[in-house]
């Protein structure tokens, strides 16, 4: 998938324009300010298969070397259920979220509690449990 243009809505469902949210978190213009910005840059990365943003955006001491992303899966929306701390003055959060795709003609959820960690202000997705 492509990336949206600056005034399409953007993928995380946010209410903002992609270029007002999400777009200067995945070029590197603008740091996320809080965990839950970061989260859903995240998922608008995975939305647009932007892997380099994913890795960056990962704590380096649980990242992974390389990232695959399923060519076939479309993620359709984000729901923010809950966040603790993660705010400008934390230095850790968490987020949990619904994460709605589909594969081919199959839906499914991926509901997670996501722990953030900042580091040199920088905010990085540490891990998440999934929840059943």
Same mark, same amino acid.
């Given at each position: 998938?492509?990336?949206?243009?600056?005034?399409?809505?953007?993928?995380?469902?946010?209410?903002?324009?992609?270029?007002?949210?999400?777009?200067?978190? @995945? $070029?590197g213009?603008s740091?996320?300010?809080?965990? #839950?910005? *970061?989260?859903?840059? &995240?998922?608008?990365? !995975?939305?647009v298969?932007?892997?380099?943003?994913?890795?960056?955006?990962?704590?380096?001491r649980?990242?992974?070397?390389r990232l695959? @992303? $399923?060519?076939?899966?479309?993620?359709?929306?984000? #729901?923010? *259920?809950?966040?603790? &701390?993660?705010g400008? !003055?934390?230095?850790?959060?968490?987020?949990?979220f619904?994460?709605?795709?589909?594969?081919?003609?199959?839906?499914?959820?991926?509901?997670?509690?996501?722990?953030?960690?900042?580091?040199?202000?920088a905010?990085?997705y540490?891990?998440?449990?999934?929840?059943?």
């Open positions: 998938m492509t990336h949206p243009v600056e005034t399409d809505p953007c993928p995380c469902r946010s209410g903002e324009r992609f270029g007002a949210c999400c777009a200067p978190r @995945l $070029d213009s740091p996320a300010p809080t965990a #839950e910005t *970061l989260m859903r840059s &995240r998922y608008t990365a !995975f939305a298969g932007d892997t380099k943003y994913l890795l960056d955006s990962w704590h380096p649980t990242r992974p070397r695959e @992303l $399923d060519s076939g899966q479309r993620w359709v929306l984000l #729901e923010i *259920l809950d966040t603790t &701390r993660g400008p !003055f934390d230095d850790t959060g968490e987020v949990e619904r994460a709605h795709y589909r594969t081919g003609r199959e839906r499914g959820i991926l509901h997670e509690r996501s722990r953030f960690a900042r580091i040199r202000g905010w990085r540490v891990d998440g449990d999934i929840e059943s």
